[in-house]
């Protein structure tokens, strides 16, 4: 049995609304983009949303609509992706590392507080394998250190204190305390990458609450200026009898989503209340079976919290990076694709090199160093979930 780590859901209804649009002869930003968006808000609950060409490019986006640059220092996690650090070197920002607390993938809220300065300008929190981070604690800490924050342009000053922006990359769909993944951060950031829940192949959108005093359409044209060159039109504005003319506000990003894409993020959150449910069927067939001493699991549900199931990770309790790395390979004799999430930052040679030691990290890396990831999708059958487990048990357990 071969058994793929994430393979793409496609169905035909994404099918079909792909063909749509390559008949449409529109298939960059235009018509299906702008739905999409409107799609994207109206399930997050948020006035407004941003269709961009990958999460990575929301996150950066948003930190240069906020004014975020050199001088300001932005925290984030040490146990993520590089895209939630990368970011803030790309606006020129400083990158503030923090571990995650003791046997948590989320990050040290304790450290977090300790981590906030007058140059602090955002946190980047991370809502890791779907799970969203514990966001009343973040509120009540940079509300405690509000008396520090700086502001340096409009939004920061309407906001009045240290911005909260979410990387949501993994949390679509997911629930904290009532509230939906793109309601609860100042902005939350979503990736539509093709081993997301939902995906537009590449692609990304960036969600935000209604801040007093800032015009939401002022917020979207600016967003829009970033992300196509600092044009005052777009493709579709310039389609208009005579309308070809423009300005180049700034010289400004290219990051735009296309059509195409748009076509089949619409299609696919169509489908998204059944993806949810088979990925929570998936989960509790694996927690069933996976109750054991010598490992643990990420729990997925609560009762003030719903996770979307992006990723099923499971700790081997009392092992090392050798032993993971083996089990690895076993599992993969045995035709099952798994990985690693996340190998910390203070590790990756980039982040070295900005001067990072994962010795400042005792808890990130105890654990990734014993963290395996399991198949989690919805092209999953009960057959191959169980081979998993039974296959998995078999060498573990």
């Not at 070197?89 to 989320?106: N, R």
């Not at 966001?135 to 009540?140: G, L, M, R, S, V």
């Not at 949810?276 to 109750?291: F, N």
């Not at 719903?306 to 990723?311: K, T």
Request: contains cysteine; aromatic residues 10%.
């Amino acid at each position: 049995m071969k058994i793929p780590f994430s393979p793409p859901d496609i169905s035909q209804l994404e099918i079909d609304e792909v063909v749509d649009t390559l008949k449409s002869g529109w298939i960059t930003t235009g018509p299906k983009t702008k739905l999409f968006e409107k799609k994207i808000a109206e399930y997050c609950n948020t006035s407004r949303t941003v269709c961009l060409n990958s999460a990575t490019a929301a996150m950066e986006m948003t930190l240069r609509l906020l004014g975020i640059g050199e001088g300001d220092e932005v925290i984030t996690s040490a146990y993520t992706y590089t895209a939630s650090a990368s970011v803030i070197h790309h606006v020129g920002a400083k990158i503030i590392l923090v571990d995650t607390a003791k046997d948590s993938f989320q990050m040290d809220y304790e450290q977090l507080e300790q981590a906030i300065t007058e140059k602090t300008k955002a946190i980047i929190s991370v809502d890791i394998a779907g799970v969203m981070s514990d966001y009343d604690k973040i509120f009540e800490i940079i509300n405690r250190k509000q008396n520090l924050f700086d502001p340096s342009n409009e939004i920061q000053k309407a906001i009045g204190r240290v911005i909260v922006l979410a990387d949501a990359a993994h949390s679509f769909g997911a629930m904290y305390k009532g509230k939906k993944s793109g309601e609860v951060a100042d902005f939350t950031c979503f990736s539509f990458h093709a081993v997301k829940n939902i995906t537009t192949a590449e692609g990304g959108a960036v969600t935000w609450r209604d801040i007093p005093e800032i015009d939401n359409d002022e917020v979207y044209k600016k967003f829009m200026l970033l992300s196509l060159h600092g044009q005052s039109k777009d493709a579709l504005a310039k389609t208009k009898l005579g309308a070809w003319e423009y300005d180049i506000v700034y010289p400004a990003y290219k990051c735009n989503m296309t059509d195409i894409m748009a076509s089949l993020g619409l299609a696919q959150l169509q489908r998204y209340p059944e993806i949810l449910k088979r990925r929570k069927q998936i989960i509790e067939m694996y927690d069933k079976a996976l109750l054991s001493d010598e490992v643990d699991t990420l729990k997925h549900y609560g009762e003030d919290f719903s996770s979307s199931g992006h990723l099923y990770l499971v700790r081997l309790l009392g092992k090392d990076e050798k032993y993971r790395n083996k089990i690895i390979e076993k599992m993969a004799e045995k035709g099952i694709a798994t990985n690693v999430h996340y190998k910390p930052l203070p590790m990756h040679t980039a982040y070295k090199n900005l001067g990072f030691d994962i010795k400042d990290y005792p808890n990130a890396f105890d654990m990734y160093k014993n963290e395996i990831t399991l198949p989690l999708h919805t092209l999953l059958t009960d057959e191959q979930v169980e081979y998993v487990l039974k296959t998995f048990k078999s060498i573990v357990l």
